[in-house]
């Protein structure tokens, strides 16, 4: 059975830092693109690609409105993605979903999703 469990979302205060994880099982991990979604409140139809990182993890891709400020980690021996997250702003306030993907073969794995709560 496919699972991702993302965890680490909770309450921050603006300029502060999370870190998001995202535990994989039931899938090849390793031969999979992983990504970040956000889904900010008021945006139910908009689900913005935060970031992305390769299969190897030699690759890595990021909104603009991220770049510099998250950073994109992966654990193949761990089955495990991150998102580490500084500087927050009230922008970051979302739920967050980690996503599997082999788009070429019409793959794609989606977790529940965490709470992100960027206030002081």
């Known amino acids: 059975q496919v699972q991702l469990v993302e965890s680490g979302g909770g309450l921050v205060q603006p300029g502060g830092s999370l870190r998001l994880s995202c535990a994989a099982s039931g899938f090849t991990f390793s031969t999979y693109v992983m990504s970040w979604y956000r889904q900010a409140p008021g945006k139910e139809r908009e689900c913005e690609l935060v970031?992305?990182?390769?299969?190897?993890?030699?690759?890595?891709n990021y909104a603009d409105s991220v770049k510099g400020r998250f950073t994109n980690a992966r654990d193949n021996a761990k089955n495990t993605v991150y998102l580490q997250m500084n500087s927050q702003n009230a922008e970051g306030t979302a739920v967050y979903y980690c996503?599997?993907?082999?788009?070429?073969?019409?793959?794609?794995?989606w977790g529940q999703g965490t709470q992100v709560t960027v206030s002081s």
């Open positions: 996503s599997a993907a082999r788009k070429l073969e019409y793959l794609e794995y």
């Open positions: 970031a992305s990182i390769s299969s190897a993890g030699g690759n890595t």
